[in-house]
């Protein structure tokens, strides 16, 4: 994919605006199965933070958790990211390379990272003092293949490996919208610019599969409609599939294809927003209960 | 030709080249690897030389051929300035078809009259914000032509061509096309037609149509004037005769095409010049890539250089007191060289002093504002007030006035070097005669007068006299230096009870000049003086209040602080301290809201639009005139669930009869929004 294009590729590439770079590196077909989560129990000591939790995100989806405050959204995304291990159950990711599923369950968190899962926290988890781009290139690393001599030097193969690779981090920032904030430090920016730009790095890894952690949580109703804009570009144009943890109900109803919904650890409910919405469970754990 | 008197010019590669496309194969060949223009992407400046830029015109005319276009159609381009924009205008004109210009922000009624008027079939579009606004045209079309718009003409549109993809993968509409897509069929329909399109690009005609530029109307459908190439390289000419532009000059192209001024110095001086075009990357980057240019000519309208003056004053009160006792120091020596030398005078025993005020003070600022090459700066399109004339010149930029209509290409009237008189538009250039005729309207005759109305020539001869007078609507005289001084548009002259004559734009202006001031709406009252509708700038005055720890939500929550209405009193005492008794501004409100152009208040050129205000606004207007204390507004608040909500805002009316500014507060200088 970063191998550098040939002469009609090249003059192509200077009439065109599409971008060159694939941010997706999945090669799933939509529509199969990219991640199944099969009965899986994580405790820590003696709270149960999920129980008996199955289902399956659709390749090309926006799949959304949502669930009241502690019902296990955060832990079961850190289960698949790697950060916590389940005692029970399995987490499988499919990629397409070569039908190869991968358990999650037994990796460490950057073997995991290699697999093309990227995320973005709740809290914003940036280097405040690194520019958006720096940030960005960041995002590269796993991608980087050379040694910290040739790096040092910047020379020869280092270099045209920088540029190749700061080629793709352009368009994420051209697809965010993030231009006029290349070279301020990120700890400068607003906070809904900074959330943008953890989106950013977490799109910068191409990843096969994006985890979103409240990614509009502490904004205005304007900053949230600007983001839900940015996951929707980021689906739509990138073909990403994507879990996003939200809380606003409305955002969550608006743009994803299918809902889960945990309550104390377990799952409640799991469909199309329109089920999800209709489903008594849900309406009375849920949106009955706090006054949403 | 009307070309004919512009032998003495010192032009660069002179050529006899007399049609825009026969300019740019004579700049492809005399100079294939200069640069044309340059577009920021991805956060690095992409050239595009004479011979690409040439080639990609050929591929795109043939494309264009290929896709039924004919000589004599008209097609449109509905983008913000990037290369294809100009890629597709050249390949419109080398195959002898025109292009209309239509402003990015357009919809609905404006829209769909520009289509169907000049029959355009084929439309340049840029991303998917404008492809969608097309498709729920020709969606909706049916139902419309039936009922609101059953005037216009049938909506001939067949093919829609996008240059930015991102987003339309998914559209399954068989009428889109891509723009890299429709070069490639070009190229290989051409492969086949040898020597067509240059059969084509030798038939064209000097006076065939070249632009069609819209005329910011006073309603939703704006006239369409026709130029040739002809009016548009005389005009070049004309202008460069008096301010040389050279190929090395570099150019910000950044304000829409479809607006005359930016046809006028990017297209035709452009192509006749030879000068490079920057695009910059996006509207959010526009200050720093323009820096980065650093532009040797520019021209803006009004607007744009009132917000520079705005962000100069609000970032010279963030800065610390060193800074701005520096930089008002150097102020003052600026100022005193500028009515120098706008006079034709030398800087005389300031001249040293100058030279340091200069380095110290008045270049950085100039250099942050990215005017720190510029050679030539011109305003035009509407009267930029002379309090701010005169700050450009204090800090250095030769700031010009152009006076000139859509019609006449833009540009009649200019500003000469040291000649500058920061209340007229100067003199006309070579080649322009120019009359007041008995109703005191200015009348002005040239070869840049246009060809006419598209398809309206009742409208046309109204516009042109059998003897070539453009009659401009405007009222004005010419003063002892011969200049050229503007009052207003003729039906807008209001006449004071003492018999003067003055401009209701002349006020507006003046309170303009305030930072905090956005727009200004003028009325005449019943009981003598004058009562103004006015918007507030949410920047300066967003910034003011929160360095006075004023908190507030929304601009509808800024405009009805007691303190802000306070501050703005001041401001339009100040601004009356200057006008004679009886035009005074006696009552004022702030609006609630900014003016929109798409609620009709304001063109796209940000002109208000008086007649719509004056309707609209009937109920403020009267009870401004009544002196009531307050006045109630209903306003609908769409919410984005689609539920509307009425909502009435109770307005203050201020009254300045018996204003007194509050004691012991010092001059506020022009640079700056504190004392």
Redesign the interface.
């Known amino acids: 994919m970063l191998s550098p294009p040939v002469a009609d590729d090249r003059e192509a590439a200077v009439r065109t605006r599409a971008y060159q770079h694939a941010l997706n590196s999945s090669t799933l077909p939509a529509g199969s199965p990219a991640l199944e989560i099969r009965d899986i129990e994580l405790r820590f000591g003696g709270v149960v933070a999920l129980q008996d939790v199955s289902f399956t995100v659709t390749q090309g989806h926006i799949h959304s958790v949502i669930g009241p405050n502690g019902a296990g959204k955060s832990s079961l995304l850190n289960c698949v990211s790697g950060l916590y291990h389940p005692q029970r159950g399995s987490v499988t990711l499919h990629t397409g390379t070569q039908g190869v599923a991968h358990q999650l369950t037994s990796l460490p968190p950057h073997k995991i990272a290699r697999l093309g899962v990227a995320r973005s926290f709740q809290n914003i988890e940036l280097f405040s003092g690194l520019t958006v781009l720096e940030n960005l290139m960041l995002g590269r690393h796993t991608h980087m293949k050379h040694s910290i001599a040739a790096s040092l030097l910047w020379f020869g193969p280092a270099r045209a490996q920088e540029i190749a690779h700061r080629g793709l981090v352009e368009e994420v920032i051209d697809l965010l919208s993030l231009q006029a904030f290349r070279h301020k430090p990120v700890g400068s920016l607003a906070y809904g610019i900074q959330k943008r730009v953890e989106l950013g790095r977490a799109l910068a890894v191409q990843p096969s599969l994006l985890l979103l952690d409240e990614p509009m949580a502490g904004m205005n109703s304007e900053e949230k409609e600007d983001m839900a804009r940015y996951v929707l570009d980021v689906h739509e144009l990138a073909g990403v599939t994507v879990i996003l943890i939200e809380h606003d109900m409305a955002v969550v109803m608006d743009i994803s294809d299918r809902v889960s919904v945990l309550d104390f650890g377990r799952l409640i409910a799991d469909g199309t927003p329109d089920e999800v919405k209709a489903n008594p469970a849900v309406v009375e754990a849920y949106l009955g209960a706090e006054d949403h | 030709m009307a070309r004919s008197d512009s032998s003495a010019t010192a032009v660069s590669a002179p050529t006899t080249a007399d049609t825009f496309p026969r300019l740019l194969a004579h700049l492809a060949a005399t100079r294939p690897d200069a640069t044309a223009m340059q577009e920021k992407r ?2 690095i400046w ?1 050239p ?1 030389s004479w011979s ?1 830029y040439a080639a ?1 015109v050929r591929d795109f005319a043939h494309g264009l051929a290929a896709l039924g276009v004919q000589r004599g159609d008209i097609v449109a381009v509905l983008g913000d300035n990037r290369p294809e924009w100009l890629i597709a205008e050249l390949a419109a004109q080398s195959i002898g078809a025109a292009v209309v210009g239509i402003y990015p922000t357009s919809i609905g009624e404006e829209l769909l009259h520009i289509l169907t008027l000049a029959r355009v079939k084929v439309v340049i579009a840029e991303d998917q914000e404008q492809v969608d606004k097309l498709i729920r045209l020709r969606e909706d079309y049916p139902k419309l032509a039936t009922t609101a718009y059953s005037d216009m003409p049938p909506l001939l549109l067949e093919t829609v061509v996008f ?5 339309l ?2 559209y399954t509409e068989d009428y889109l096309r ?3 897509d429709v ?1 490639r069929l070009g190229h290989e329909w051409g492969t086949t037609r040898a020597g067509w399109l240059d059969d084509q690009i030798a038939d064209g005609k000097a006076d065939d149509i070249a632009v069609i530029c819209t005329t910011s109307g006073t309603t939703s459908r704006p006239k369409l004037a026709e130029l040739s190439h002809t009016n548009l390289l005389a005009m070049a000419d004309h202008l460069t005769t008096i301010d040389p532009i050279d190929p090395k000059d570099r150019y910000v192209s950044f304000l829409p095409f479809a607006w005359i001024g930016e046809q006028m110095l990017a297209v035709a001086c452009g192509l006749s010049r030879g000068l490079t075009l920057s695009f910059p ?2 509207s ?2 526009q200050k ?1 890539d323009m820096r980065e240019i650093g532009p040797d000519v520019m021209f803006s309208p009004p607007r744009i250089w009132e917000s520079m003056l705005s962000e100069v004053q609000v970032r010279i009160d963030e800065a610390g007191w060193l800074k701005r006792k520096v930089f008002g120091w150097g102020y003052d020596i600026g100022d005193k060289v500028a009515e120098r030398k706008i006079k034709g005078q030398s800087a005389g025993g300031l001249a040293l002093l100058h030279l340091v005020a200069d380095q110290v003070a008045l270049r950085p600022v100039r250099d942050q504002l990215g005017l720190a090459r510029t050679g030539h700066a011109y305003t035009g399109g509407a009267p930029l007030g002379p309090d701010v004339f005169r700050f450009f010149h204090a800090i250095g930029v030769n700031l010009k006035q152009i006076y000139g209509q859509t019609e006449i290409c833009g540009i009649a009237v200019v500003h000469r070097d040291d000649d500058i008189a920061f209340n007229t538009v100067g003199t006309p250039i070579a080649g322009t005669e120019i009359k007041i005729n008995d109703d005191g309207e200015i009348l002005l005759r040239s070869a840049s007068v246009f060809r006419g109305y598209h398809r309206n020539p009742s409208a046309t001869a109204d516009a042109v006299d059998r003897e070539g007078w453009l009659h401009t609507g405007d009222a004005g005289y010419l003063d002892e230096q011969g200049h050229l001084v503007v009052i207003d548009r003729l039906k807008d002259v209001l006449t004071t009870t003492d018999g003067t004559r003055f401009s209701s734009a002349f006020i507006e202006n003046k309170l303009k000049f305030s930072p905090y001031i956005e727009e200004a709406v003028t009325f005449a009252a019943p009981d003598g003086g004058m009562t103004a509708i006015l918007t507030i700038d949410p920047m300066t005055t967003g910034s003011w209040a929160e360095h006075e720890r004023l908190s507030y939500t929304t601009y509808t929550d800024l405009a009805a602080k007691t303190e802000v209405q306070e501050l703005i009193s001041e401001e339009v005492n100040r601004s009356n301290e200057d006008l004679p008794a009886s035009i005074r501004v006696k009552r004022f409100l702030l609006l609630h809201k900014q003016f929109d152009p798409d609620d009709d208040e304001i063109t796209r050129t940000r002109k208000v639009r008086r007649n719509v205000i004056g309707e609209r606004y009937g109920a403020l207007i009267d009870a401004l005139g009544r002196g009531d204390d307050r006045i109630g507004i209903t306003t609908t608040v769409a919410y ?2 689609g539920t509307k909500v009425d909502r009435t805002i109770d307005l203050k009316i201020i009254d300045l009869t018996h204003y007194r500014e509050p004691e012991g507060r010092g001059r506020r200088p022009v640079w700056s929004g504190r004392r």
């Open positions: 991805y956060g992409a595009m690409l990609r240059y930015d993809p991102h987003g993968e998914q891509d723009f890299t070069e990357e996006d959010s980057t720093t984005q669930d």
